[in-house]
């Protein structure tokens, strides 16, 4: 299982020096994974915005999020299609949402997206496989 208390993701470790500290938790109603944060000016790439690689971070931390609450599955990631519709500024309140669209233990696929008060920002899709070299502490 997941040792929450020592995991060293740049995305969601809590304990980490430096990092975005993403906590997602899972909403019942709309059947996804969900966090709420803003990003600061130290991730940006262009002045005021967001960097992309941050923002793929976060979009791949959402999908696998969702899929280890659904199936509590160490997975990897396989491909990842980002869409970036429009530029996300920086220090500006965001929801960052994952949900699993297809499950097998061969691949999984799940989508996710960002979103602030000015509508989508941001949607993926991505495939998921769990690594057959992955030791699971």
């Known amino acids: 299982m997941v040792n929450w208390d020592d995991n ?3 995305i969601c470790g809590m304990h980490t020096e430096v990092g975005l500290r993403a906590h997602f938790e899972y909403e019942e109603e709309g059947g996804h994974v969900h966090s709420a944060l803003a990003v600061g000016e130290t991730w940006q790439g262009f002045k005021g ?3 992309g690689g941050i923002i793929a971070g976060l979009i791949d ?3 696998w999020h969702a899929l280890f609450h659904d199936h509590q599955l160490i997975t990897m990631t396989a491909q990842l299609t980002v869409r970036y519709r429009r530029p ?3 220090n500006t309140p965001l929801d ?3 949900a699993v669209t297809q499950f097998n233990r061969r ?5 996710a ?3 602030s008060a000015d ?3 941001v949607t993926a899709e991505g495939i998921f496989m769990p690594p057959k070299d992955l030791k699971d502490d």
């Open 96 to 98: 960052i949402f994952g």
């Open 119 to 121: 509508g989508i920002l």
């Open 113 to 115: 997206w960002i979103a």
């Open 61 to 63: 931390d959402a999908m």
């Open 8 to 10: 060293p993701c740049f």
């Open 49 to 51: 915005v967001v960097h």
């Open 88 to 90: 996300v500024p920086i």
């Open 107 to 111: 691949a999984a696929h799940a989508k």
